[in-house]
């Protein structure tokens, strides 16, 4: 089954220090795309950064990169020199190619930053 | 610019009376999808669509109906809500194909359904 696991419902850092959300997933498909997405408060869902499971290089997007430990079937979000606009919740997605273009969500980890 | 339109954003309703929230893409997407997000339940997929007239169920498909009459248009139709409705609900295009990257998926900015 396809599933993705966010066993963090919540997490708080200090102001400036770096965070890593944990995201793990299931799938048997060899081709596959791994998201991170952030929602405010405000509800929009942002996109932040894409890994390919072809990549192999790890995605790294401003102060965003992403550690791909396909083995461990892992794709954890690492976020450096946290803000106070960070403070969100965070969600990590799967996707597929072929019919059906699915992605599939993890529950989320909710991030609090604090001064 | 592109984007994905959904509205409205915000919807109170009885239980029992017909709604549509509507959703609109303008970057000629072939694929559109509709979610609800819930608390500690992440989004599940509600239907899709691969292109016109072409729709099938995602995940939670039950009390949903969608339609796709024209490329750009994917409404999203409770005939007869119930509370068990009240979520968050976001419409999705992509690109399809058989490749998955990430220009492939916009996100409307949401609608925010309660049904009493």
């Known amino acids: 089954a396809q599933k993705i696991t966010q066993t963090q419902p919540g997490m708080f850092v200090q102001e400036k220090e770096a965070v890593t959300l944990d995201c793990t997933y299931d799938?048997?498909?060899?081709?596959?795309?791994l998201f991170w997405y952030k929602q405010p408060s405000s509800g929009e869902m942002i996109f932040l950064i894409y890994?390919?499971?072809?990549?192999?290089q790890n995605a790294t997007e401003g102060r965003y990169s992403l550690n791909f430990q396909k083995a461990r079937k892992s794709a954890n979000l690492v976020i450096s020199a946290s803000q106070l606009g960070d403070s969100a919740m965070y969600f990590c997605a799967m996707g597929f190619s072929g019919g059906y273009n699915k992605l599939i969500f993890g529950a989320g980890t909710r991030l609090a930053v604090h001064p | 610019e592109a984007q994905v339109t959904q509205n409205p954003r915000y919807l109170i309703t009885v239980t029992g009376k017909k709604l549509t929230v509507t959703c609109s893409q303008n970057m000629n997407h072939e694929y559109m999808s509709w979610y609800r997000q819930d608390p500690g339940l992440g989004l599940r997929q509600i239907y899709y669509?691969?292109?016109?007239?072409?729709?099938d169920k995602g995940d939670v498909p039950e009390g949903y109906k969608v339609s796709r009459k024209e490329k750009r248009n994917f409404p999203l139709i409770l005939e007869s809500p119930s509370p068990n409705q009240t979520s968050l609900y976001f419409c999705?295009?992509?690109?399809?194909?058989?490749?998955?990257?990430?220009?492939?998926?916009?996100f409307g900015s949401g609608t925010r359904l309660t049904v009493v």
């Open positions: 669509s691969m292109n016109v007239e072409v729709t």
């Open positions: 999705a295009s992509s690109f399809g194909g058989t490749s998955v990257n990430y220009y492939g998926y916009t």
């Open positions: 799938t048997s498909d060899q081709s596959y795309g």
């Open positions: 890994q390919g499971s072809y990549d192999e």
